[in-house]
Structures are given as C-alpha cells and as structure tokens.
C-alpha cells in the first residue's frame, strides 16, 4: 500500500481549518480521515483538531482485531465521543460557540473496508479505473435533489449549496453514515469539499489515472483546485491498494 495526504489553505482564505489524518496500527489497519472545520475566530481549526485527534490516538490505542460489526460500533461511537467533545469545548470556551466540522473516514482492514461520513467532505473508491462516490452530501441541495426539488444541475449553482443538514458539533445525538466497500478496488480518495467544489469528478479521475507517483497525484489535484479558484481549504487523502498488499 501507497498513502499520502496533503492540505493547503487555498487561494482565498487567510487559515486552514481542515485536518487530516493517515495511520497504521500494530495491525497494519489503516484509518484515513478528513475533518473540516466551521465557525469563526479559529474555532473551525480548533472543532476539526479535536476530530482528527481523537480519531488518531483512539484508533492506535483501541482498534485492534476488530470484526466488521465491531468496527461499525467503533466508528458510530467515536463520532459521538467527538461530539461530546467539541460540545464541551463550546461551553468553555464561548468565543467559540457555534463551531462545527464535518468527517469522512475509511477503515481498511485485510478482512473488509469500511467509510463513515459527516456532513459534505468526500469518500471515493477507485476501481477498474473509474472513480466512484461511496459517501452522501448531508447537504440542503442534496435532500433537494433526492426528493426530487432540484436537478443536479440546479444543485451546482444553487446559493445554498454550502448548507449542511449534519455536522459534528451542531447535531446532538449525531449519527454518522456507514459505508461497506467493495474490497475489490484500486484505490480511496478522502477529501473536503474544497477540492469537489473546485473540480467535477471526471477531472478528479483523469488526475488519479496519470502515470504519476501518489505524491504527485495529490500535490496536481490541489493545485487545479487552486487555478480554479482556490476558494476554501482543500485537504486531500489518498491510498493507493497494490495486488497482493491485502492478503
């Protein structure tokens, strides 16, 4: 297996209030995360530190020979410790109310593959050399689209589309989406949506098809993103599964 990862703030803003994540534990499980943050004064920075934080330390010191079903608990209950957390933080810190993140997450394990997502930050798969979705927007236009209010079309130019329906931090309880992957596949790309928002998936797919090296691949995804406008942070994870690294 081949990761790597990389966030750049952008062309517009003035910080980065995403965080990302790629570790491996004594296992060799790997969990890729990507958290982006909301709220003014820093307090976006500081909502999706706390996500990716937690998420790191807890995966080294808990995740281990975890069945599926286990892992699908591990995921939901660390969204909810998240939760609590950046709740808590709120409380004592007030120039920080209204702070917020989304994530999206993978788990690969040599017995299965496994997303989780919050809010609108992306989870692909690579396979057979296309790049599909496996995560949902929680999104205003994407209910919209689903019930059939608003085109696709529509959704991209609509003002609203930057509204979010679910977020770590502004939904108590929060429940997180769950996805189980395909273990056939090529690769996993996690990103915020300042890269989706910046270039169509067809673009995103043309980059991860080049014959380039990993770091190149990302470091050419950020920069397009950027010569579109570079208008949020953009933050990009990417693991690349070789034949036979899963056995």
């Not at 020979?65 to 608990?73: F, G, H, L, R, T």
């Not at 939901?76 to 702070?99: D, V, W, Y």
């Not at 329906?165 to 989406?177: Q, R, T, W, Y």
Request: glycine fraction near 6%.
């Amino acid at each position: 297996m081949k990761a790597y990862y990389l966030t750049d703030a952008g062309k517009v803003r003035d910080h980065n209030e995403d965080s990302l994540i790629i570790v491996k534990n004594n296992d060799n499980d790997i969990l890729l995360a990507v958290s982006d943050g909301m709220g003014g004064h820093s307090a976006g920075e500081v909502a999706s530190s706390i996500t990716i934080n937690y998420l790191g330390k807890h995966f080294r010191e808990t995740f281990m020979n975890m069945s599926k079903n286990d892992a699908v608990e591990w995921i939901r209950n660390s969204a909810s410790e998240i939760n609590t957390l950046i709740f808590q933080h709120e409380k004592t810190h007030p120039e920080s109310k209204g702070m917020g993140a989304t994530l999206v997450l993978a788990l690969v394990t040599a017995e299965y593959i496994l997303f989780g997502n919050i809010g609108d930050s992306s989870g692909f798969v690579v396979k057979e050399e296309r790049l599909h979705k496996v995560t949902y927007d929680h999104t205003l236009v994407n209910l919209l689209v689903s019930a059939g209010e608003l085109s696709q079309e529509e959704a991209k130019e609509h003002p609203k589309k930057n509204v979010l329906m679910k977020a770590l931090g502004a939904n108590d309880p929060i429940e997180i989406d769950i996805f189980d992957c395909d273990m056939d596949i090529d690769a996993i790309l996690l990103c915020s949506d300042g890269l989706t928002n910046m270039l169509e998936k067809d673009k995103i797919e043309s980059v991860l098809l080049e014959e380039h090296t990993i770091e190149e691949k990302v470091e050419k995804l950020i920069n397009k993103a950027n010569n579109r406008g570079g208008t949020d942070n953009i933050s990009v994870c990417y693991l690349m599964l070789e034949e036979g690294e899963e056995e």
